[in-house]
C-alpha cells in the first residue's frame, strides 16, 4: 500500500494550458504539503494544509492554486502554465507537530512537470 | 538566498569506507535538522535528524553532528554500502512546528563495490 500516493507521475504540455496534479495519503496525517524541486535541485515548499486549512502559502504566483477536499487529499492546480513551471512537484504529509519527534515528512514519487 | 546549502554536489567512495557529507545553514533561527535520502524515480525518505540541543545523534551505521557554533552539520555513514547510493538532503526547520522545512539541493553519493 502506497503511503502518499501522487497522479500522473509525469505530465507533458504545452504553455498556457491548466492542469491538475492530485495526490493522497492513506496515513490519516493532518498536515499535507506541496514542494517543488526545481532545476537547481532545491526542494522548496509551496503550501501547506492542515485539516483542509491552508497554514503556509510561500509567495506562490496565484496561477498555483491548492485545493483540500478533505485531510487525505491535496490537489495541485496549475494555470496558464509557463516554461518556468517545469519540476517535479512532491506532495508529502505528516503528523502537525511531530516533524521534531519522529523527523519525518511522507513524501509521494513525484510528479515531473515538462512544459513546452 | 539559500538559508541550507550543499556545496558538494556529489561523492563517490569504496565499500567500507567512511562516508561524509556536509552541510551549512545560515539561520540561526533553525532548532531542529533531518537527513533525507532519495533514490531515482522515489521521493525522499526520512533518514536520521537531530535537535540543536544535541551535536551528536547515532543510529546504526548513519551519525549526524551539529556544530552550532559554525552553523555546520554532517552525516557519517560507515562502513558505507552499494545500497547507500542515493541523493542526500540536509533539511532544517525552526520552532515554528509548522513542518515547514527548509532543504539543501542535496549530494549524490556513490559507494563503489
Known amino acids: 500500500d502506497t503511503a502518499v500516493s501522487q497522479t500522473p507521475k509525469y505530465l507533458v504540455t504545452q504553455m498556457g494550458n491548466d492542469k491538475s496534479i492530485k495526490c493522497e495519503q492513506n496515513l490519516g496525517h493532518d498536515t499535507m504539503y506541496w514542494y517543488k524541486q526545481d532545476s537547481k535541485k532545491f526542494l522548496k515548499i509551496m503550501f501547506s494544509y492542515n485539516n483542509k486549512e491552508l497554514i503556509i502559502n510561500e509567495t506562490v504566483p496565484n496561477r498555483f492554486s491548492p485545493k483540500s477536499p478533505d485531510k487525505a487529499h491535496l490537489n495541485l492546480h496549475i494555470n496558464s502554465l509557463e516554461l518556468g513551471d517545469s519540476a517535479v512537484y512532491f506532495c508529502?504529509?505528516?503528523?502537525?507537530?511531530?516533524?521534531?519527534?519522529?523527523?519525518?515528512?511522507?513524501f509521494g514519487e513525484g510528479s515531473r512537470l515538462t512544459v513546452l | 538566498d539559500q538559508q541550507v546549502k550543499q556545496n558538494s554536489p556529489s561523492l563517490s567512495v569504496q565499500e567500507g569506507r567512511i562516508s561524509i557529507l556536509n552541510c551549512d545553514y545560515t539561520?540561526?533561527?533553525?532548532?531542529?535538522f533531518l537527513w533525507y535520502k532519495k533514490y531515482p524515480a522515489e521521493g525522499p525518505t526520512f533518514l536520521i535528524s537531530?535537535?540543536?540541543?544535541?551535536d551528536k545523534n547515532e543510529d546504526g551505521r548513519f551519525t549526524v553532528f551539529l556544530n552550532k557554533s559554525a552553523k555546520h552539520l554532517s552525516l557519517h555513514i560507515v562502513p558505507s554500502q552499494p545500497g547507500d547510493s542515493a541523493v542526500y538532503f540536509c533539511?532544517?526547520?525552526?520552532?515554528?512546528?509548522?513542518?515547514?522545512?527548509?532543504f539543501g539541493q542535496g549530494t549524490t553519493l556513490q559507494v563503489k563495490p
Open positions: 508529502a504529509s505528516s503528523q502537525v507537530g511531530t516533524i521534531k519527534s519522529t523527523g519525518e515528512l511522507f
Open positions: 539561520n540561526s533561527m533553525f532548532d531542529y
Open positions: 537531530i535537535s540543536s540541543i544535541k
Open positions: 533539511a532544517a526547520t525552526d520552532s515554528s512546528n509548522t513542518g515547514k522545512l527548509i
